[in-house]
């Protein structure tokens, strides 16, 4: 598993969820229940098909991306034995599956990684005499595009793995050892008939959720 990956969806991840519940100790009941492994992973694939959705739409829709699909698609294919024109080629190939809503969006995806892996300045000027502007603006195409490519990288790449059953596991196991934390500080609290700021903000919900003649008498 890279590391990149790993960071994004594994142990790091499972003590985001825990930190984020923690700060919101409304939400505690829902997290101390120690969600099942296949839960957890469940949870990683919605957020997953998320982050692929918003990767893709974010990058269709940077001016960068758009400028560079036009200065490319404008220029005439080349020699395709020409480095250059070969990337040129298969990046005009792949586009159309980039854009094309009917696919799912990791087919475009996986269209939008072939484009991307076409970044790069090449191109030989024996292989575009008389066409050295052409040769320099698809240069500069390919350049930009590596840029991207640079850019994206990380996040497509994470996005691209789901994390395995162990680490759901590990994450369940983490959100368990929190809820034994959690019952302690709740009998401490408890034997010293103290309450803490949070519980101050779940009591008045819970009063309010559960007590519907109270709730009538609270302007909301």
């Known amino acids: ?47 997953g098909a998320m982050g692929r959705q918003n990767a893709l739409t974010e990058v269709l829709a940077s001016p960068e991306w758009q400028q560079i699909a036009s200065d490319i698609a404008a220029i005439a294919p080349g020699d395709p034995e020409d480095k250059g024109a070969a990337k040129q080629i298969a990046f005009l190939e792949a586009l159309p599956d980039v ?4 696919l799912s969006v990791g087919e475009r ?40 490519r ?8 994470a996005l691209a793995i789901i994390e395995d059953e162990q680490t759901a596991a590990l994450a ?4 368990a050892e929190v809820a034994v934390a959690a019952a302690a500080w709740a009998e401490a609290k408890q034997a010293a008939a103290s309450l803490d700021f949070d519980d101050l903000q779940v009591l008045a919900r819970d009063l309010l959720r559960d007590r519907p003649e109270i709730r009538k008498r609270v302007p909301m």
């Open 150 to 157: 640079d850019n994206e990288a990380k996040r497509l790449a």
């Open 1 to 47: 598993m890279k590391r990149s990956a790993r960071r994004f969806w594994g142990l790091e991840k499972a003590q985001n969820i825990i930190r984020d519940a923690l700060g919101k100790s409304e939400e505690l009941e829902h997290w101390f229940q120690a969600p099942s492994p296949a839960e957890i992973q469940a949870s990683w694939e919605r957020f």
């Open 99 to 102: 854009a094309d809503e009917s």
């Open 172 to 175: 369940t196991a983490i959100c």
């Open 109 to 148: 995806l996986a269209a939008l990684a072939t484009c991307l892996a076409q970044g790069g300045s090449n191109g030989a000027k024996a292989k575009w005499k008389g066409r050295e502007e052409d040769l320099a603006a698809l240069k500069d195409a390919l350049k930009r595009l590596k840029a991207v």
